[in-house]
Nanobody
Framework: QVQLVETGGGLVQTGASLTLSCAVS????????VAWFRQAPGKERAFVAG???????LYGDFVKGRFTINKDNAKNTVYLQLNNLNSEDTAVYYC????????????????WGQGTQVTVSS
């Protein structure tokens, strides 16, 4: 059974940084793609960043160099470093896993975590 557990969210001020973690069990991050999505109230789930099984990375257009995705194969964990946060980054952040390539479309991802809330106050 595949499980993804996100941690690291919280309430921060504008300009702050956070590191989100996605601990995976039941599948290897070394052999699958993992991505971060986010969903703000009243909005669709949006692609934030993804990392392929060989470590290639993709980012959503709005990231603009502020976020970094990486993974630790030994810990079977994927991280999302969030820098220079602003109020528009307030959302629930989810990690997702699938076999094969990275897709921007959330409906094409097979396994999801429960999400972690990030709230940025001005």
């Amino acid at each position: 059974q595949v499980q993804l557990v996100e941690t690291g969210g919280g309430l921060v001020q504008t300009g702050a940084s956070l590191t989100l973690s996605c601990a995976v069990s039941g599948h290897s991050v070394n052999g699958n793609a993992v991505a971060w999505f986010r969903q703000a109230p009243g909005k669709e789930r949006a692609f934030v960043a993804g990392i392929s099984y060989i470590g290639q990375t993709l980012y959503g257009d709005f990231v603009k160099g502020r976020f970094t995705i990486n993974k630790d194969n030994a810990k079977n964990t994927v991280y999302l470093q969030l820098n220079n946060l602003n109020s528009e980054d307030t959302a629930v952040y989810y990690c997702a896993l699938r076999g094969g390539v990275i897709y921007f479309d959330a409906t094409l991802w097979e396994h999801w975590g429960q999400g972690t809330q990030v709230t940025v106050s001005s």
